[in-house]
Structures are given as C-alpha cells and as structure tokens.
C-alpha cells in the first residue's frame, strides 16, 4: 500500500533526474538565495510557505494590511497559489490535496503584494505577465511553476498545516494557509533576471500559430 | 432512492479519485513521446499523481471541480426526483470523499460548503425510451473551464502576445467554413497558452444557438479518446485540428514541447442563416468523467 510513504517512492525516475539534479533551497529566501536561480532550474523546497489566491490577493493589493496584523511572515517568503482541501480534525486541520491553481487570474495585484511584503517566491501554474516578471526583477523574486493537477503527490510534501487566516470569511480553498513543506517539487520558470520560460514558449507558438492560419 | 443516492456519492468518489483507462494511457504516451526534460519531468509527476490518487483514494485534483450531470432517465421516473438525490448525494459526498466545497455565493461572496447552490452542480436531464437510469458525471476543474471560448463567424481574430511588449499581432478572417473552424481553435489554444493543464482534451461546438454550442462543445469532453466521429469529414477535421494544436509546441504544462492535446472531439447544431457559432470548451489533462447505469 502507497499509503502516506513518504520520500523515495515517489521520487522522480532516475532516467529523468540524472539528466539534471534538483537544487534544494529553503525557506525564508534571501536576495542572494533568489538570485542565484534561473530559469529552468529544478528545485526542491523545504520549510514554511504560505497558500493565497484570488480573495487574499485582492485583499493584499487593495487593503494593504499592516504586516503586523497578517498572522503569517510573508517576508523571504513563498506564496502558494492553491485552494487546498483540508479537514479539521478536533483541534488539528489535515491536509488531503493541494495542487497550484492559474496564476495569471493574480496578475493584477502581484507586483503590489510582492513590493509591499518583501514575497521572494511566487508558485502556481501557467505562469504570470510582464507585470510581475517586472516586479521580481525589480524587488528580486522568483516564479516557481508546479506540477499542475498532481494534488496528492504534493500534499505528500506537506508534512504539516501549521495555521489558517481569513478560513471563515473566505472559505476554505481561498483562506491563507501556512504549511510546512519538505522536498516539494517546482521548477523556476521566471527568474530575477527577467528571463521567462513562459514568454518564450508563447513567442514560439505565436509564430507557429502564424504559419498555420495564413499558410 | 437511497441506493441510487449511495450509488451517486460512489460515482462522486471514482470520478474525483481516478481518471478513466482511455485517459490514463493516452497521458502515459505522451509521457514515452515527449523529449523536453521539463515537459517529462513534469508528466512523469503527473502519472505517479494517478496511482498515489488511486491506491489511497484522495483526489487526483485538490479543484474536484464544477460537477455536471448528464442524465438520461426513463418515462415515468420523476425529474425533480432524481434532482434532489443528486444534491443529497452531492452534500454526502463531498463531507465523504471529501471533495472542496467550490460553491460560491455570487452575491453573497460565501462559499456554500457542501457544493450545492443556485444551479450547482449543473444537471442536465434527458427522457430516454430506455429501462435504464443513466448518471453520467464530470468534474471540471475551474482553470481549463475558464480558457473556454464562443466564437461567431466571420470573425476578425487578432491574435496577439499576452506576455511580452513587443508588438507582433495579426490579424486573420475566420470564414465560414471548417477552416474558419480551424482557426478559432487554434486561437484559443494559443490563448490558452498552459493555464489550464495541458496536455487538454478538446471539445468543440458549432452551429446551433449560443447556449447549444455551450453545453454540446462542453457534452464532447465525454467522449472516449480514441472514438471515431461517425461522419469522415468531422473526423478528419478532428485530426487536423489536433495535429496543428501539437505543432503550436506549448507541451506539457505549458513548458514547451510536442504534446499540448490528447484529443479533439467535435459535433454540430443546425444552424439559423445569420449565425455560424463555434465553441469551444478545454479539459485539464484530468478528463474526470464516468458513469453510473441503474
């Protein structure tokens, strides 16, 4: 039984690994730590980081709460866009899955949420817009790309879920939760640098798109 | 009732926990195809997520997404009925399974907790000659349902970056015609970009009136991969459209690479002299879908 192993079993396939070793880095980041990443690179993350989507980005952006009223340090910090499921067990909650949801729906607030608490690490899916690659440039923070839908490999990640903010005024999957991570999987896909593995890839396909629909 | 209300709270559960066989291999195909590093690594992740869902029963995906039901019922079994057993089994079901609740309050802003709502989950019923109940179920995660498109032809599509400064947009006519039908899809695809999960399944609509083509492009995503449209030219445009959105090179994740699409299935509505619709509706790679026959 898979059950809740941890570690090795669900480690990648040697094949793929040998080709490229992860990096592991750890949370809080330093401006150092963001910098030496670059698109591309594989890493593994090990420490706290903190869930936020829609509502709390709207939030963050528009109400720019003092950070001594957010519960949570977001300094040097990692902001997980994902609407986990969780189950609140007597006093304890209990993480079953948590996958990225679309980054690209934050883009709007992004930049002012990583200017105003010192976010060094942004992750979710698809990717985000020029206004954010700015940002991270500008401020030195990163965008890690998860694998989008693999929710139980990841909540195996998650050793613990240490707190939640904002649960019964936004709901479950849009509260702010802390969560202990170690070996999470990512793969940095905007660096400080300005460099973005999604503009490329949608330069590339823009120029496919043309030969196909004028030809 | 109570039966049939167990047998939809099980039907909630295999949909949420496992993806159909047809799926499942076309996924690890594209996985033995694809030579981008990013891309392999990525769905090498993404098979292993399948198996760990399965074996411990958890879902595949935290978005359990928006559950729609097709339903065929036989003459004389009631509607409103077979309505409310779905709720119950809905309310069950996601306590049991568990399943996030997703059912948000759009005046209001609360979720519901228990995915019932104003019109969620989504029923659509049918009255079949048949003896037989048929409950079919998809749960469609939110970010693919978002990249979902209405097109009305002709159609001046400009077609521009969404992520760089530089200028490089054009312009081309959608006529109508199935290469115009062509073009919208690849449109939106490129659009799409990988926000929804990519390697996506492909339904697409045309004709028909607005809300047909919303509801037939989104009913598409039922079909089996590897089917065969019964009419060659339909078929044919299915192939060609998904060998043009693999060539776009968008892959895995969005990562770059040679598989963006497992399968692209279409069908059509007859249609008024002033309209021409195409839609065209996007699943994630986990096509969660299955059937309950009573």
């Known amino acids: 039984m898979l059950g809740k192993q941890k570690g090795k079993a669900y480690m990648v396939s040697p094949e793929v690994r040998s080709q490229k070793p992860e990096i592991r880095i750890k949370t809080p980041l330093s401006k150092e730590d963001v910098l030496s990443l670059k698109v591309g690179d594989m890493v593994l993350i090990s420490g706290r980081i903190v869930t936020g989507r829609d509502k709390i980005h709207k939030f963050l952006a528009h109400e720019r709460p003092d950070k001594r009223d957010i519960p949570f340090e977001l300094e040097g910090g990692i902001i997980y866009h994902c609407g986990p499921i969780i189950r609140k067990t007597d006093e304890t909650y209990k993480l079953i899955s948590a996958g990225p949801t679309t980054s690209m729906r934050v883009e709007m607030y992004e930049a002012e949420v990583i200017r105003t608490y010192g976010v060094r690490g942004i992750m979710g899916k698809g990717g985000m817009g020029m206004e954010t690659l700015n940002a991270m440039k500008e401020f030195g923070c990163i965008y890690l790309h998860t694998v989008s839908g693999a929710a139980s490999y990841l909540a195996d990640k998650i050793m613990r879920v240490e707190g939640g903010w904002k649960i019964e005024e936004f709901g479950m999957p849009e509260a702010m939760w802390l969560l202990e991570v170690e070996d999470f999987p990512a793969i940095v896909t905007i660096d400080a640098h300005g460099n973005s593995l999604h503009r490329e890839v949608e330069m590339i396909s823009l120029e496919k798109l043309k030969t196909m629909v004028e030809g | 009732m109570l039966k049939l209300r167990d047998g939809i709270v099980e039907l909630y559960r295999k949909v949420a926990t496992s993806i159909p066989s047809d799926v499942e291999e076309a996924l690890r195909k594209v996985c033995e195809n694809e030579t981008e590093l990013l891309g392999k690594y990525t769905m090498d992740i993404i098979l292993k997520n399948i198996s760990i869902s399965r074996a411990t029963s958890r879902p595949i995906c935290q978005d359990t997404g928006f559950p729609v039901f097709f339903v065929k019922i036989p003459q004389g079994l009631s509607h409103n009925l077979i309505r409310q057993t779905i709720l119950d089994a809905t309310r069950i ?67 521009s970056h969404q992520r760089s400064i530089e200028n490089k947009d054009f312009e081309t006519v959608a006529e109508r015609d199935f290469d115009g039908v062509r073009k919208c899809v690849l449109d939106a695809v490129f659009k799409a970009q990988g926000k929804g999960c990519p390697p996506y399944t492909i339904g697409i609509a045309i004709g028909g009136a607005k809300d047909q083509v919303s509801f037939l492009s989104k009913k598409q995503l039922m079909r089996r991969i590897n089917d065969k449209h019964p009419d060659n030219a339909v078929a044919a445009l299915e192939q060609k459209i998904l060998a043009d959105i693999n060539s776009l090179g968008i892959g895995v994740a969005g990562m770059g690479g040679k598989t963006t699409a497992i399968g692209v299935k279409m069908t059509m509505a007859h249609r008024h002299p002033a309209s021409y619709f195409v839609d065209v509706s996007f699943s994630c790679w986990a096509n969660r879908r299955g059937r309950l026959i009573w």
């Open chain 2, 93 to 159: 079901a996601t306590e049991k399974v568990p399943l996030r609740p997703n059912a948000i309050d759009t005046i209001s802003e609360r979720n519901t907790g228990d995915n019932v709502g104003e019109y969620f989950p989504l029923i659509y019923m049918e009255e079949t000659a048949e003896q037989t109940l048929v409950v079919d179920l998809m749960l469609k995660g939110g970010g693919c349902e978002n990249l979902g498109q209405t097109y009305k032809l002709p159609w001046a599509l400009v077609i």
